[in-house]
């Protein structure tokens, strides 16, 4: 990117915040706008410094990463930090508008190529590590009714979805479709465009609360 990627991050314990900050701010291409010690302190932050990108905790006091993330969805891009086995608001929080999640011993290079995916409009990392997330907890949920929108679809554009949901990358499902990649790219837009959804993450959380993908189901054909 031409400019440096905006980045606010937020986290009720000083120690984890101020570390993730001070690493962050070791990359050329990061700025680290500010830190934000509850939700609420975080839509403050991002309203006044406008930061592209917001790492941020589930449990916080005042007001829950959750809840953040849905004031801030349409104007920041949001990672949650989690510890993944203890926090069963995950899938809430991307429902909520968040691009993907982080593990809270992510590694350092991890850290800073997902912040970087993220800030150019992607959705977070490996598509499978967000497909086990959602799995786990959309199965926790019951059934809803087949989302109408899906109905726009074309029969490639649902197989798309589908294979998004299995956490295939698009070289990956124009291997399985035997298409070119940019014939992939360009499904995915579609399919993003139709259910108004801003990334892969989301078309995820979709496939799966509309019932088109059964949460633990290998038969997505």
Request: charged share 25%.
């Given at each position: 990117m031409s400019t440096p990627v905006r980045i606010l991050v937020a986290d009720d314990h000083a120690v984890v915040r101020a570390g993730f900050a001070e690493l962050l701010a070791t990359q050329p291409d990061f700025a680290v706008v500010g830190t934000a010690r509850d939700g609420a302190e975080a839509v403050r932050l991002s309203r006044e410094l406008a930061p592209d990108v917001v790492l941020m905790?589930?449990?916080?006091?005042?007001?829950d990463g959750i809840e953040a993330t849905r004031r801030l969805?349409?104007?920041?891009?949001?990672?949650?930090?989690?510890?993944?086995?203890?926090?069963?608001?995950?899938?809430?929080a991307l429902r909520a508008?968040?691009?993907?999640f982080l593990l809270k011993d992510v590694t350092a290079e991890r850290l800073f190529d997902a912040v970087r995916v993220v800030a150019e409009g992607?959705?977070?990392l490996a598509p499978a590590i967000t497909r086990r997330?959602?799995?786990?907890f959309a199965g926790l949920r019951p059934a809803t009714q087949a989302?109408?929108?899906?109905?726009?679809?074309?029969?490639?554009?649902?197989?798309?979805?589908?294979?998004?949901?299995?956490?295939?990358?698009n070289p990956e499902i124009a291997a399985r479709l035997t298409v070119t990649e940019e014939t992939v790219?360009?499904?995915?837009?579609?399919?993003?465009?139709?259910?108004g959804l801003r990334d892969?993450?989301?078309?995820?959380?979709?496939?799966?609360?509309?019932?088109l993908v059964v949460p633990g189901s290998r038969d997505l054909w």
């Open positions: 905790d589930v449990r916080m006091p005042v007001m969805a349409d104007s920041a891009r949001v990672l949650i930090l989690t510890t993944f086995d203890l926090d069963e608001y995950v899938f809430d508008g968040a691009s993907g992607e959705a977070l997330l959602i799995s786990r989302a109408p929108a899906l109905a726009a679809l074309t029969p490639r554009e649902t197989q798309v979805l589908r294979l998004i949901a299995e956490g295939l990358s790219k360009t499904h995915v837009s579609r399919v993003l465009g139709k259910l892969r993450t989301q078309a995820v959380v979709a496939a799966y609360e509309s019932g």
